[in-house]
Each structure stands twice: as structure tokens, then as C-alpha cells.
């Protein structure tokens, strides 16, 4: 056997010399186990030392890992810090749309930061019992604070680096008291750490006001990849990651044994100084959960689970573990200026979806400086909270939807369980269940307490018929529980359906083909697609029809600037409906067209958008969605 592997290896190095491959290369293929490594020389050889020395091994405790979070599905996220004191101000000057940024908006002196704000705060009527109190009625099962944000303030005491809550009029640890009322509920707790923007540290990037330091908005030597252009700032950098980041995370994992550790922007720093401190994080505790902007680079996320964008409106399909992470209101830390507080009947929906595409939903709140979570804050927390109680099991410990999105809302999984969730009650009583296969058992309305059996029939090979009230028992979101034999499979593409509002049909649901296109980040307004940039270039829904259907058919889309004309075509089954593009006020101001009425069959359909005119140079518009509602 020996001598049958040394031919083996003999014989691979023969084929890789005559296939053009090195020796490092073909080592580089055996390591890893996904996307190759790229960028630069420095960054690739951290990404192969974490591979051979500690990521693989990780990799193969994930599952196990990740396990509590899976289950969630729904957690409370807290932006809390001295910022929160000014809310939104310093003397006379509103900060941008983030409070928590405000030492950056402002370009307040760290001098001045500490002499006016972080000496000043207090936090007199901090409860880390009501707060957990507030969180575990919700229906949230973990909670991740702030621990340290990018004005690189510690809201713990921290002998790592003593810059901490110390410094304050506030008397104790809030890190310590609401660690143990979370686990006091049950509810698992971690930190969110700024691990690579410091507007503290002096060799940190991020302060351009008081230090000659890049990764600021002077974008002071050079753009994001300062490091590769000037050394001698990457060595200020590693000085920051050793006497300031990884001692103080170290510090938080010994005292506090957190369970996940949640970090932002790693971009700011080098991809071997962010992989060097989840290296620091892993080694210090194994079990960890880490969140997937970490560190980012040479191909690949180096946490244990994507993060999309901020404040979702709407989500597009997403490979593997995500979580989104909205906000109450648009600020994240405290904004007294800030009222666009959202509805509960808005998070309600949006859990839902993210769970249905395999998601978690981190919501996030912003306390006061005084320690208390505002009023419309507590209001949605306790609407979402009344509607978990009756529905939670929807949600937790369920997951990603084989079918489709659906005419009436979505879906989610729990082992041979289907929860319909359903926004837009049909006005006949007849929620069809487009797509599903397999043998549906048994139906009844999760909020009834009595669970009374509904009526189901099959309606073809592809659809169920569940028989439900007339009325809804939640207008926002009434779960139906559908028992299956077996396997839940499913037929892709939409059913239309006549006895709803309407057939949303979302841009980021289209089958795409262009090789510009590019989304929107899914938050209010910017939920699109964009980068239509010639005929060929297309979005494209499949659709079915079980019955003689007549559609008047909408567009929603906005355009980046006064430049962005054009016209397009849509093709609804043989019917081609066509438009011009007209310049909208901002490219989050949406317009509303009308493009006809069709006259459909019973069948399988594709509805096609493509461009027939663009600009030179540019792109045709943002789509957001096509809308068929049923012609009166």
C-alpha cells in the first residue's frame, strides 16, 4: 500500500505538470474546500494559513455551532453607547441619518468627545431586567449589544484597554447586568464589536480629523486598499489589532462567554488583520458563534453565516445561513429626530419572508441615553410580541420554503409542516397552494385555539385547495398549518391567482440574464434591479394559470438620474406591452405605470421585461416589480 500511494502522488505531480499546475497550486486545490483564494500575495497567504492551521478544523464544528441560531430565527439587536446622550445632535448640529455615527458627522475632537459626551453619560434609568423582559415578550431568542462601536468607546469595564464605561457618570457594568438577565429568560447573548473602524485609536483607520489616518471620508493615502499602497500604515494597523482589538475581545470572551460576536465594516482593515482576529475570537473560544462580516476576502466570508444589507424592505433568495437586520425607525443608535418608525404589522410580514428564504431577522433599537427603549419602540416590540405568542412556532425552529412566493403571501418549513403565511386573505374563502406536491393530511388556522380541521382537495397534480373563513383571525399575517405525508416538494413558478389584491410579481424573484445587472440593497425604494443595458438583457418570471384570468398590468421603477430615457417591451404571454421611461424624481422615488390589460388561459407562461431603447452608456432603469391585479 505504500508504495500504490507513492505512484498515486508521482503520477498527480506528472498530470499537474503536464496540465500547466504548480505544485502550490495543486496544494491550494487539496486545502481548500470552496472558491479559490485571490487578491493579494499577503492576503492569499493569510488565507492558507487560516485554512491549514485553524478554519478547516472549525468548519467541521459549524453545524453544531450554529445549531441555537438556526432555532431562533429571531433576535433583538441594541446600538447603545455614549452617542446616545446627543441623540442625533452636538451643539446646534444634527448628525446624518445614523446617530450612532456622530462623532464622524460632526468631526467632533476625541478630546472634545470624551470632556463633553462620554464623561457626561449616565444611564440613570437603565433595567437591564425591563429590557429582557421587553425582548423575550417579542419572541426574540437571542440579543447582540454593542459593546464597542466605531467611536471605539467600551461600554464595559475593560482592563484590556481601559477607554470603558469607567469614565462615565454610570456606576457598574450594563454588559455584565444584561448578560445575566438574558440568560436568566433563556434567551442566548453576544457583542457587537467594531473590530476594524476606531475613531479612538490613533494607528486605527477611520479618524481623519485628529490623525493622519486612512479609511476616513478624506480617504486620506489612498482609497479602501491603503494597505497595499503604504506599508508603513498597514504596520499602524497591526499595532491597533494587537494592543487594542484582540486583547479587548479576548477579554470580552473570558468574562463573558458570549455566545455570538457580531463585528461590521471589515473592510476597513486589511484581509490579514480581519482574519488574524476572528483567528484570535476561534481560538479563544471554539463554540462562538461568528457573524459574516468578520472578515471578508481572497473569495471568500470567513464567519459562520452571511449578513445582508441593512433595514431591509423586501429579500431576494439567499444561499445558506443569513440574517437581515432592520431597524425601528432608520437610525440605529437613538435619534430623537428620527420618527419614521415602522408598524408592527411591517416586522411581522418581513419576519415571515426572511424566514421563508432561510433567515434570521435581527431587529434592531436604539435605547436612550438614559437607558430607556422609547415608546414606539416598545409599541412594536409588544405588537410582534402578541402576534409570536399565537404564531411563534411558525417562526422558530423553522426554515427555507421549497415553494415559491405565493399570490397571498409565503412560507415556511418545520420538518413535514407547511406554515402558510398568509397577508392577502382570499375573498372567496380558497387559498390554492401553488406548486405543492405530495399528499397534504391535514389543515387548521395556527390561531385557533380549538384547531378546527379545514377542508383541503387537490386541485391538480401541482395544487392544493385549503378551504378557509371568509374572514381573516389577523388581518396582517393568519397562519394556516398544512400537515404533509413525506417530503414537502415543490413545482417552480408562480400560480396567479384572482382572489387577492393583486400578483406581485418582485424584480429580485426574476430569472435575470445580463452581464451588468446588478440589485438593489433591499431597503425601502431599493429593492431592484438595475443594469438593463441592451435588447438582450432580460428579467424573466415563469407564471401559471389554472383558469381564464383577465390582468391589468402595472410597473414599478425609478431611474438613478434625469439621464436614465428609454422604452421597453413586456411580454405577457403572446401580448407585447410596451413603455417609455421617464425620469423620476430620485432613484428612491418610485413611479407607478400602467401598461395594458391581458386577457390569459389556462397554462404556463413566461412574462419577459427587456429594453428596446437604452442611452448610450447607460442603463435602462430600476425595476422593482411587475404587478398583474385581477381586471374588474
Avoid at 128 to 147: C, D, E, P, R, S
Avoid at 318 to 336: A, C, K, M, R
Avoid at 419 to 445: E, K
Amino acid at each position: 500500500m505504500p508504495h500504490m500511494r507513492t505512484s498515486i502522488l508521482v503520477i498527480s505531480l506528472v498530470l499537474a505538470v503536464l496540465s500547466g499546475q504548480t505544485r502550490a497550486q495543486q496544494e491550494q486545490a487539496e486545502d481548500n474546500q470552496g472558491p479559490p483564494l485571490r487578491g493579494s500575495d499577503r492576503d492569499v497567504a493569510a488565507g492558507r494559513r487560516a485554512l491549514k492551521e485553524w478554519w478547516t478544523p472549525a468548519s467541521r464544528t459549524r453545524d453544531e455551532r450554529l445549531q441555537w441560531w438556526r432555532d431562533a430565527r429571531f433576535g433583538c439587536f441594541i446600538h447603545w453607547g455614549v452617542y446616545a446622550d446627543p441623540a442625533g445632535e452636538f451643539e446646534g448640529k444634527r448628525s446624518g441619518s445614523y446617530s450612532e455615527h456622530i462623532m464622524r458627522s460632526n468631526q467632533i475632537p476625541l478630546k472634545v468627545y470624551k470632556e463633553k459626551i462620554v464623561a457626561n453619560f449616565n444611564a440613570e434609568k437603565f433595567d437591564a431586567n425591563q429590557w429582557a423582559n421587553l425582548f423575550q415578550g417579542a419572541g426574540m431568542k437571542y440579543v447582540i449589544i454593542t459593546a464597542k462601536h466605531h467611536d471605539g468607546f467600551a461600554m464595559w469595564p475593560s482592563d484590556a484597554y481601559p477607554y470603558d464605561i469607567r469614565q462615565t457618570k454610570f456606576q457598574g457594568d450594563p454588559m455584565r447586568e444584561l448578560a445575566d438577565a438574558c440568560r436568566e429568560r433563556g434567551l442566548k447573548f453576544g457583542f457587537y464589536y467594531s473590530h476594524a473602524f476606531d475613531w479612538e485609536h490613533p494607528d486605527a483607520p477611520g479618524n481623519d480629523w485628529d490623525y493622519d489616518q486612512p479609511g476616513g471620508d478624506k480617504k486620506l493615502h489612498g482609497q479602501e486598499a491603503w494597505y497595499d499602497e503604504h506599508p508603513e500604515m498597514l504596520e499602524r494597523a497591526k499595532t491597533y489589532v494587537d494592543k487594542k482589538a484582540i486583547p479587548q475581545l479576548q477579554e470580552l470572551i473570558k468574562n463573558y462567554q458570549p455566545d455570538i460576536l457580531w463585528f461590521d465594516t471589515s473592510g476597513k482593515l486589511p484581509f490579514s488583520e480581519q482574519i488574524r482576529i476572528v483567528e484570535a475570537c476561534r481560538r479563544a473560544d471554539a463554540n462562538v458563534v461568528i457573524n459574516g462580516r468578520a472578515a471578508r476576502g481572497v473569495g471568500r466570508n470567513w464567519g459562520d453565516y452571511n449578513n445582508t444589507a441593512d433595514n431591509p424592505a423586501e429579500v431576494r433568495p439567499t444561499e445558506g445561513d443569513w440574517e437581515s437586520i432592520p431597524t425601528v425607525n432608520n437610525s440605529y443608535g437613538y435619534h430623537q429626530f428620527d420618527k419614521n418608525f415602522k408598524t408592527p404589522e411591517f416586522f411581522i410580514q418581513l419576519i415571515a419572508k426572511v424566514t421563508a428564504k432561510g433567515g434570521n431577522t435581527l431587529l434592531n433599537c436604539g435605547p436612550t441615553g438614559a437607558g430607556e427603549i422609547d415608546p414606539d419602540t416598545t409599541r412594536i416590540f409588544k405588537g410582534i410580541g402578541r402576534w409570536m405568542k399565537v404564531n411563534g412556532e411558525s417562526i422558530q425552529r423553522a426554515g427555507r420554503t421549497p415553494l415559491d412566493r405565493q399570490a397571498w403571501g409565503d412560507s415556511t418549513v418545520k420538518r413535514n409542516t407547511l406554515y402558510l403565511h398568509v397577508f392577502d386573505w382570499p375573498s372567496d374563502g380558497q387559498l390554492v397552494v401553488g406548486g405543492l406536491r405530495g399528499d397534504a393530511t391535514s389543515a387548521y388556522l395556527l390561531a385557533d385555539p380549538d384547531k378546527e380541521a379545514l377542508k383541503i382537495r387537490r386541485l391538480n397534480d401541482d395544487d392544493v385547495v385549503v378551504t378557509v373563513p371568509r374572514e381573516p383571525l389577523d388581518k396582517t399575517d393568519t397562519v394556516v398549518v398544512l400537515r404533509i405525508t413525506g417530503d414537502i416538494k415543490a413545482k417552480p413558478g408562480r400560480l396567479l391567482a384572482t382572489n387577492v389584491k393583486s400578483n406581485c410579481l418582485l424584480a429580485f424573484d426574476a430569472i435575470t440574464k445580463g452581464d451588468h445587472l446588478r440589485y438593489g440593497d433591499g431597503k425601502s425604494a431599493r429593492y431592484y434591479v438595475a443594469g438593463l443595458e441592451k435588447p438582450s438583457d432580460s428579467l424573466t418570471w415563469p407564471v401559471r394559470l389554472n383558469d381564464p384570468a383577465k390582468f391589468d398590468v402595472t410597473l414599478k421603477y425609478s431611474t438613478a438620474n434625469a439621464n436614465q430615457t428609454g422604452a421597453y417591451k413586456l411580454k405577457v404571454d403572446q401580448k407585447i406591452l410596451e413603455g417609455t421611461v421617464k425620469p423620476t424624481k430620485s432613484a428612491t422615488t418610485m413611479e407607478e405605470v400602467k401598461l395594458g390589460t391581458v386577457q390569459l388561459y389556462p397554462g404556463e407562461y413566461e412574462i419577459v421585461l427587456q429594453p428596446t431603447k437604452v442611452p448610450d452608456g447607460g442603463d435602462l432603469m430600476n425595476v422593482f416589480e411587475i404587478n398583474l391585479t385581477p381586471a374588474k
